[in-house]
């Protein structure tokens, strides 16, 4: 077994070299860029999803880093699986892909036109229009005629989830709205962002208190929420509402970012103190391969915020601080400093590894330069990326539902009910701990 991965947390190039480690055990898994691989897809058993939100923790470890080793990699793959018409959404994907999982890979776009990440060619499609275009085509889909609006799972009704409406999609609409908000000063954006908080919230996929729940049933008109929560649900809304408090500086956004930041305390555990865990499925050893790699998203949405709202830092960083440290000591599974998911172990590897494993501890390590870099670049100041309003417009559903004006300047994501259901049938009485 290998020796812990070495962390000085005070000392940025010890952050750098352990980001390093952590990013290349993560690309080992990686074989889209040899010539049996199909570029952005990691083989089985991780689905698409998992490699767009592989390739968005690349660019942060960019961003934090300056290490630009896996540059090329990441294009290669983010220009490859854009489809047809350069939305994200790939033929060979339509019997896995739902809002979600496309919401992932415009992400990773968006959060290369936020770092200024190496603009493609002039002729290949761009960061923020790729952005754009998922943002564009997700309009389509907003349904009233159920539950009042807001995103079902699913982008195909053959597919299985077409019936929920789960956090995570509408979630990711949120956060990339008021991103493209921020970023373009588009006052559409923010008002998509606007009306998609205010759905959640009276749907009930949020709590008074700013818990975040899995989803809700389509088919009881969503008057029932499945009570899981997952760390990335409330990391998403989080980075949204606080970048709304950016855009706004407002009341209102600060005591929601204010109170969607202390009820992540859930995702931390006691002892040892402010040590991130997935609380559903981790203290029970029942995560499957795609919740494993929840906390890299809670760990990057949660740096982010701090950007955004400075306010937070003081309750952030010390969490990322402490995480930091206890997923470094994890990472001593064979053959060499591979990183375990139970990060509250100590130097006791759980003998776990995989892709989400270590994407969750690189962006947990590397969060801790968020105050070595600048704020995300908006098109006024520092951004390099062009937009294109229109993108998205030849995509699934281009006469669907749009209720608010069209921009016109410049195992999957899912815990669902599928998973609500496979964990009861695991865990049987204990899930009632986690509502």
């Not at 943002?135 to 609006?149: E, P, S, V």
């Not at 008109?221 to 997952?230: A, E, P």
């Not at 870099?373 to 417009?393: L, R």
Request: hydrophobic fraction near 40%.
């Amino acid at each position: 077994m290998a020796s812990a991965i070495t962390l000085n947390i005070d000392d940025p190039n010890s952050i750098k070299a352990a980001a390093k480690i952590a990013a290349d055990g993560m690309m080992s898994f990686y074989n889209g860029n040899r010539t049996d691989g199909i570029p952005g897809l990691f083989p089985p058993p991780y689905y698409w999803w998992e490699a767009g939100a592989a390739m968005g923790s690349l660019i942060d470890y960019w961003y934090y880093t300056g290490q630009s080793e896996y540059n090329d990699v990441v294009t290669q793959a983010l220009l490859f699986q854009v489809g047809p018409q350069k939305d994200y959404m790939p033929p060979n994907q339509s019997r896995s892909e739902g809002n979600d999982d496309q919401a992932f890979w415009g992400f990773a776009a968006m959060s290369a036109a936020e770092t200024a990440f190496p603009d493609p060619p002039p002729d290949k499609p761009q960061w923020l229009a790729l952005a754009q275009a998922v943002f564009n085509l997700q309009t389509t889909r907003w349904a009233d005629d159920t539950c009042n609006g807001g995103l079902r799972w699913q982008i195909y009704p053959f597919n299985n989830g077409w019936n929920y409406k789960n956090t995570i999609s509408n979630g990711c609409f949120f956060n990339l709205a008021a991103r493209l908000a921020r970023y373009t000063g588009n006052q559409t954006y923010a008002d998509w962002a606007e009306k998609m908080y205010d759905w959640a919230n009276a749907t009930g996929l949020m709590s008074p208190d700013f818990k975040f729940y899995d989803g809700t049933d389509v088919l009881q008109n969503c008057s029932t929420v499945n009570r899981i929560q997952w760390s990335y649900n409330a990391g998403v809304f989080l980075l949204g509402a606080a970048t709304m408090y950016n855009i706004t500086q407002s009341d209102k956004w600060k005591a929601r970012t204010q109170g969607i930041m202390e009820a992540t305390s859930v995702f931390f555990t006691t002892d040892p103190p402010d040590v991130m865990y997935e609380v559903a499925c981790e203290p029970y050893g029942k995560c499957n391969v795609d919740q494993r790699s929840f906390k890299a998203y809670l760990a990057r949405w949660m740096a982010a915020t701090t950007k955004m709202a400075p306010f937070t830092a003081i309750y952030i960083l010390p969490k990322l601080k402490a995480s930091a440290i206890a997923a470094a000591q994890q990472c001593i599974g064979p053959p060499g400093n591979t990183c375990g998911i139970r990060w509250n172990l100590g130097a006791t590897w759980d003998q776990s590894t995989g892709v989400g494993e270590q994407m969750s501890a690189l962006e947990v390590i590397q969060s801790n330069l968020i105050h070595t870099v600048s704020a995300p670049a908006t098109a006024n100041q520092g951004g390099t990326s062009k937009g294109d309003p229109s993108a998205g417009s030849g995509g699934d559903n281009p006469a669907g539902v749009i209720s608010l004006e069209p921009v016109t300047t410049g195992d999957r994501v899912g815990a669902g009910f599928l998973t609500l259901l496979i964990l009861v049938g695991v865990l049987g009485g204990a899930w009632w701990m986690i509502l």
